[in-house]
């Protein structure tokens, strides 16, 4: 079993920064991606930025430029630095494994942690 914990939101003004951290915790062996997806109130889950194990990035159009995601393979750890944040990244903000080796054993289910809640406001 894989569990995801995240840390890291809080509440900031617009134009802040955040460091969200993701570790994921089990008998793992490799993660294939891992990244952050959010859900602001009354819409859908998004993508917001997604890391391969050999560093490969994908970001939302509305990341790119503001946010970076990177990971510690070692420490099957992803981490998302937020900066100039806006009041519409407010959400919760979601940490997913996707593709977990556990022991000898290929997982392809995706896991989400429970997620940590980012407010941006004055």
């Known amino acids: 079993q894989v569990q995801l914990a995240e840390s890291g939101g809080g509440l900031v003004q617009p134009g802040g920064s955040l460091r969200l951290s993701c570790a994921a915790s089990?008998?793992?062996?490799?993660?294939?991606?891992m990244g952050w997806h959010r859900q602001a109130p009354g819409k859908e889950r998004e993508l917001v930025a997604v890391?391969?194990?050999?560093?490969?990035?994908n970001y939302a159009d509305s990341a790119k430029g503001r946010f970076s995601i990177s990971r510690d393979n070692a420490k099957n750890t992803v981490y998302l630095q937020m900066n100039d944040l806006k009041p519409e990244d407010t959400a919760i903000y979601y940490c997913?494994?996707?593709?977990?080796?556990?022991?000898?054993?290929?997982?392809?289910?995706?896991?989400w942690g429970k997620g940590t809640l980012v407010t941006v406001s004055a």
């Open positions: 890391e391969t194990r050999t560093g490969s990035t």
């Open positions: 997913i494994a996707n593709g977990v080796t556990i022991g000898s054993l290929f997982d392809a289910r995706p896991y």
């Open positions: 089990g008998n793992i062996l490799s993660i294939n991606v």
